[in-house]
């Protein structure tokens, strides 16, 4: 029996939402970034605790270069995090993957989190971000912002210039909870001291972070994490990056620029920057078509850190893609012998 290909086209129910053209980014690039993230975790798990948090940074950014310069797509680096750790980096500028397929704007952080890993504490992860080119917000150099970041529940409510007492009733309503139930996330800085005040004074609990706070962000969008809300001043590139996530996961970032010096300040004036605007999700990435991949280096409220057994290296991802809405959890099973090239030098 002949089978009739053509009768089955009406039977084809795929949203033209999810339909990409040829000059896009499509699905197959979810997993292609998968292995990228995975490749820099495993390169960066190596160092976890022996506390050389720049020999980690170096061995995750050799490895996600090596493994992004295969990838089906025409990248370039926007949001690199290197000169603000003056630490090795995947530069702004640099051209990634093979340099075929969709032109694509591309956030990367070998490892979010570098302190963490070198003292083998947790929410270390590798990770990485792309969206269509000329859609990712350019901080010119402004490596710091003032965030807000919540669920889809209050997403339409809150508004960084609110006090934060009146913020934590808004998110307190919209998830119908308790003031006293809410977990705050935010840096461990002595700049916070004030905010963290705020907060308990506000009826609120407080989740202090050493670092990393794509995680943190994250944990804060997405449900299940008894994570209510981050609150508080990181860095830009770790905001944009986060925002590629929120595409998916609904909720929102709100974002305001934190120059940390005159001269910063007058290079973000330069560039038509105002420091008084607040920023959306929409304004720290335009695009619609986005995507997000993480892979953990230590255990944490996103996923789980890179572990081994006699023969295996176990590793454990999220990936999103905005336009489809998806969110995969992926756990990986490497054979150790073919990731030797990564491995700590003696």
């Known amino acids: ?5 053509s009768k089955g086209a009406q039977y084809s129910t795929l949203s033209p939402a999810l339909a990409v053209g040829d000059d896009e980014p499509d699905r197959n690039l979810a997993l292609e970034l998968v292995r990228v993230t995975e490749a820099a975790a495993i390169a960066g798990g190596h160092w976890v605790g022996f506390g050389d948090k720049n020999a980690a940074d ?15 797509f025409n990248g370039v680096v926007v949001i690199g995090e290197g000169e603000k750790d003056e630490a090795p980096m995947l530069y702004n500028g640099e051209h990634v993957g093979d340099g ?6 591309v956030a990367v ?3 979010d989190g570098t302190r963490l890993t070198a003292l083998g504490l947790n929410n270390a992860v590798a ?3 792309v969206a269509e080119r000329g859609t990712m917000f350019d901080p010119s150099a402004v490596f710091y912002m003032e965030k807000l970041i919540t669920g889809p ?5 809150v508004d960084l210039r609110l006090p934060v007492k009146q913020n934590l009733h808004l998110i307190a309503k919209a998830k119908g909870k308790k003031i006293n139930q809410l977990n705050v996330m935010i840096l461990d800085r002595d700049r916070h001291k004030p905010l963290v005040q705020e907060i308990r004074d506000a009826g609120a609990r407080t989740r202090m972070l050493m670092d990393g706070d794509v995680a943190g962000g994250i944990a804060a969008a997405r449900e299940g994490t008894d994570v209510d809300a981050l609150m508080g001043i990181g860095g830009t590139p770790e905001g944009i990056i986060t925002a590629c996530a929120i595409k998916t996961l609904g909720g929102v970032i709100q974002g305001r620029l934190w120059p940390t010096s005159d001269e910063e300040k007058q290079k973000a004036i330069d560039a038509g920057h105002d420091l008084d605007r607040v920023m959306t999700t929409n304004d720290l990435v335009t695009s619609d078509n986005c995507y997000f991949a993480a892979t953990g280096i230590t255990d944490g409220d996103l996923v789980r850190g890179v572990r081994y057994s006699k023969d295996r290296v176990l590793t454990q991802s999220i990936v999103m893609r905005s336009k489809s809405g998806t969110i995969r959890v992926v756990d990986g099973e490497h054979q150790s012998h073919k990731w030797e090239s990564y491995a700590r030098l003696k």
Request: aromatic share 0%; hydrophobic share 55%.
């Open 1 to 5: 029996m002949r089978l009739d290909v």
């Open 58 to 72: 170096g061995a995750a950014v050799d490895a996600m270069r090596s493994l992004i310069s295969t990838v089906h």
């Open 100 to 105: 075929t397929g969709a032109l694509c704007d």
């Open 109 to 111: 952080d070998p490892i």
């Open 127 to 129: 990770v990485l971000a």
């Open 153 to 157: 529940e209050a997403a339409d409510m």
